[in-house]
């Protein structure tokens, strides 16, 4: 038989194994192509977010 405690441990891994990550990416491992497309589908452009830009403000 198992105890409550080890059942609700094993039911909050199954949880965390089905959940997103949450982490960061870094911005060089974003796809650029699939990035542009998206940004050219916005209904609302911000240059802010732009690949290019973006890029080239996290190096500084």
Do not use: C, K
Request: hydrophobic share 45%; proline share 7%; net charge positive.
């Amino acid at each position: 038989m198992t105890d409550t405690f080890t059942a609700r441990l094993g039911a909050a891994q199954t949880t965390a194994a089905r959940m997103p990550s949450r982490s960061f990416v870094d911005i060089a491992d974003v796809p650029v192509a699939a990035w542009r497309d998206l940004f050219s589908r916005a209904a609302e452009p911000n240059a802010f977010y732009h690949p290019s830009w973006a890029r080239a403000a996290s190096q500084h």
